[in-house]
């Protein structure tokens, strides 16, 4: 079965300083890969999304960045961090679009970003 | 732009009654699903539907996706404290890339004992 890792589940970090949060998916060979920002109790934004290695599409201007090293690995940056980047953070995965259905997106299960 | 509006925002209701969460659109999309999150959790997913019409049942949950697929309702019967949380609809759209979803933006459920 297919599982999702995100970490760190809680981050507190001053404002300026760098960010690096990571995603791994396991059971699964070439998925789609998501980061979204929620706001408090509410619904999702799509920050970034890949459909490959080395492959990223941004959603929405802003102070972040996304990575893919590996098939199966999905990581969210900041050179410097701002007070607005304080959120909760989501990655999800769905099947790769060789491999049938890519509507269904599981959720890993969250980071904590206070930015002080 | 697509857009997927939930009603009601909020909801409060006492254990054992009924609820029904709604999700509506003026776009058409390919399939529809919806997720349960508790808070500081990821989204859950309960049910994907694909057919117009089509109607899913996981327990005391009834899920309808509508004949024109562009609204879709989620039904709970004697609610229990278990099943607060929010809900999500997301909605993927016909012939759209990278199994990107519209997220609707949720509706809060608090069941009390």
């Known amino acids: 079965s297919q599982t999702i890792h995100q970490w760190p589940a809680t981050l507190v970090q001053p404002v300026g300083s760098p960010l690096s949060l990571e995603c791994t998916v396991e059971g699964t060979s070439n998925p789609n890969l998501y980061w979204y920002r929620q706001a408090a109790g509410r619904g999702l934004q799509l920050l970034f999304y890949?459909?490959?290695?080395?492959?990223i599409s941004s959603e929405v201007p802003q102070n972040l960045s996304a990575s893919r090293p590996q098939d199966r690995q999905f990581i969210l940056s900041s050179k410097k961090l701002l007070l607005s980047d304080s959120g909760f953070y989501l990655c999800?995965?769905?099947?790769?679009?060789?491999?049938?259905?890519?509507?269904?997106?599981?959720f890993g299960p969250g980071t904590r970003l206070t930015v002080l | 732009t697509q857009l997927l509006e939930q009603s009601p925002q909020f909801l409060s209701i006492q254990e054992g009654e009924n609820l029904t969460v709604y999700c509506n659109s003026s776009?058409?999309?390919?399939?529809l699903q919806w997720y349960r999150q508790e808070p500081g959790e990821g989204p859950v997913l309960l049910v994907t539907v694909v057919t117009g019409g089509e109607v899913k049942k996981l327990k005391r949950l009834t899920f309808q996706f509508g004949d024109a697929r562009k609204d879709s309702s989620l039904h709970i019967t004697a609610a229990q404290p278990g099943d607060t949380g929010l809900y999500l609809c997301?909605?993927?759209?016909?012939?759209?890339?990278?199994?990107?979803?519209?997220f609707g933006k949720g509706t809060k459920l608090s069941v009390k004992p």
């Open positions: 999800a995965w769905t099947l790769g679009r060789t491999s049938g259905n890519t509507d269904t997106q599981y």
């Open positions: 890949s459909v490959g290695i080395g492959q």
């Open positions: 997301a909605g993927a759209s016909k012939g759209g890339s990278q199994g990107n979803l519209i």
């Open positions: 776009s058409v999309f390919s399939s």
